[in-house]
């Protein structure tokens, strides 16, 4: 089966540490997304993607997270610096349509002490 | 904008009685709606999804959902729990013109007894 590859799947960092998150989405979906995943808050949208353009960011902190896609193959999350409330499990999912639904990766587990 | 909301985060049912995990969805247009599961330490996984085809649609692991556009709901339902049921439930809908995201609800954790 095709999946989404996301690295690495635990990450342990401290308090200012920039963190990188990579996604392989799948051969073929030309739309990725990240979200985040807390307790509190639920599934939250990040940042997407459509032909490694960027759609919408709205819900990424500007001033510490960016999102990237190099090329089709890599997108990319990134948090400076990092802070405690940051701690989440971030996910990265691809599609070829939204209407045919999400392929998700296992997730990036971060916590920021 | 689209919305879902999932009634009841937490739903505990004996093994082989039936499961109904309820989901109620908000949108201008007719929907794409979804159900995923999610095991512990696990990304979300596709359970099913109604895109305007049929209103009864039928899942993976037995689960089926049915479309009721009167009542706006989109309730996940299989006849008979097993253990391996017990995860997190996600219901997401979007709309049905272009790639915009999925909207998730809050998430139903099921709780299956022996």
């Known amino acids: 089966d095709a999946r989404v590859t996301q690295t690495p799947r635990h990450k342990v960092t401290e308090m200012g540490q920039e963190v990188t998150m990579r996604c392989q989405p799948i051969?073929?979906?030309?739309?990725v997304f990240w979200y985040r995943q807390t307790m509190m808050q639920g599934l939250e949208l990040l940042a997407y993607f459509r032909n490694r353009a960027p759609l919408d960011d709205s819900g990424m902190p500007k001033d510490r997270f960016s999102a990237e896609m190099p090329d089709a193959t890599l997108a990319t999350l990134k948090i400076q610096p990092s802070e405690p409330r940051d701690s989440a499990v971030y996910f990265c999912?691809?599609?070829?349509?939204?209407?045919?639904?999400?392929?998700f990766g296992s997730g990036t587990r971060l916590t920021v002490v | 904008a689209q919305s879902v909301t999932q009634l009841g985060s937490h739903v505990s049912v004996s093994e082989g009685a039936l499961v109904l995990l309820r989901c109620n969805y908000s949108s201008s247009v007719p929907p794409y709606l979804f159900w995923y599961v999610q095991y512990p330490n696990q990304g979300l996984q596709l359970l099913l999804k109604y895109t305007s085809a049929a209103t009864l649609v039928k899942g993976i692991n037995g689960f089926e959902a049915e479309f009721k556009k009167s009542e706006t709901s989109f309730h996940l339902t299989k006849p008979s729990a097993h253990m391996s049921d017990a995860a997190e439930y996600f219901c997401?809908?979007?709309?049905?013109?272009?790639?915009?995201?999925?909207?998730f609800g809050k998430g139903t954790r099921l709780s299956v007894i022996a």
């Open positions: 997401a809908v979007t709309l049905n013109s272009g790639n915009t995201p999925l909207v």
């Open positions: 051969l073929g979906h030309n739309t």
């Open positions: 999912a691809s599609a070829f349509e939204t209407s045919y639904g999400y392929t």
